[in-house]
Structures are given as C-alpha cells and as structure tokens.
C-alpha cells in the first residue's frame, strides 16, 4: 500500500515494507517488516495537451527517509530496527541508519514533532531550503496528524499480517513493500 501526501514542491509518501538485507550490521540478521516515510520533491510537468489535460504529478528525489521497522520474529510493538535516514546521496542512496531512542520509544510522536519542522529536516539533509515552497512547511504541519494516523493504519495492517508480508519467493526477492 502507498499513500502521499503531495504540497506545493515537496510531499510525503508512506508506504508497507519487508526488507531482508543482504549484508546486515550485527544485530541486524533476518527479516523486519513495517512502514517507510519519505520526503520527497515531487515534480509537476507540463500539461500534455488543453487546459483540461491532467497534469502529471511525478515523485522525484527524496530527501528524508523515516523506517518504523520490527524484526518478523520479534516482539510486535518493539520497534527495534526503527531509525532514520537524515539525508540521501546523489544517486539517491541513504546515508547509513540513525537508531534514536527517543525514536524507539515514541515512534509516531517522533515522527510528528519531525514532520512540525521542515526547514530543520532540510538542514540536516543537506538541501537547500528553496527546494520547498515557502507554504510547503505550513502545510507539512497541518497535514502531520494525517500522515501519522495513516502510518499507524499501515503499523496495524502490518501486525495483522495484512501488509508488509514476505514475497511468495523468498529467493527471488528480497524486498516487498507498496511502492513497487
């Protein structure tokens, strides 16, 4: 499942998540399942043909990356590979995990206090401020309860075994999530 919330030049997408990394830290062997956040710049091209044409709405570079993960095998509502991504490479490849226990611990409070703040997710991802339009963080701000609730949504349906679930074959995919 895949939801975004879409402003001005930037948004928000949520999404379902099972991920098996090929090359774990310690500590990090086998599966977690849960919901990945993204900021994004998101893109809006020309019209296609009239005025009436649809305009074509694109997700383009992220920015932020939040991951609300548990291990499968472990205690549902640990949270224990929640972390984040503060900023992104060129080629669009996260710069290494972020563990915080205030994370950890209140993950969606997390996540909502973060949302509250766009111009210090900018700094701390290395992009410049004009990359949002001036009413992108008000907007962010106001939409931050929503964003969370549909995050929490996902967290149950993933519990639940509704959504973030392995891949019918394990050997030929290593990833499964809502936004492929």
Do not use: C
């Amino acid at each position: 499942m895949l939801q975004a919330f879409v402003f001005e030049k930037v948004g928000v997408v949520v999404g379902d998540l099972y991920f098996l990394d090929p090359n774990p830290h310690p500590g990090q062997e086998g599966p977690e399942h849960g919901v990945r956040l993204e900021l994004r710049v998101f893109d809006r091209g020309e019209l296609k043909s009239s005025i009436y044409s649809a305009v074509p709405i694109a997700a383009g570079k992220p920015i932020w990356r939040v991951d609300l993960l548990e291990a499968v095998d472990g205690k549902p509502g640990s949270f224990n590979r929640t972390h984040h991504h503060e900023k992104f490479t060129p080629n669009w490849d996260p710069h290494p995990r972020v563990f915080l226990r205030e994370l950890s611990q209140d993950p969606l409070g997390w996540l909502a206090g973060q949302l509250s703040d766009l111009p210090g997710i900018l700094d701390r991802a290395d992009v410049p401020q004009d990359v949002a339009d001036p009413a992108d963080a008000g907007s962010l701000k106001a939409m931050a309860p929503a964003i969370v609730s549909v995050a929490s949504m996902m967290l149950d349906k993933v519990r639940a075994g509704e959504l973030g679930t392995a891949p019918a074959d394990d050997a030929a995919d290593s990833i499964r999530n809502g936004w492929l």
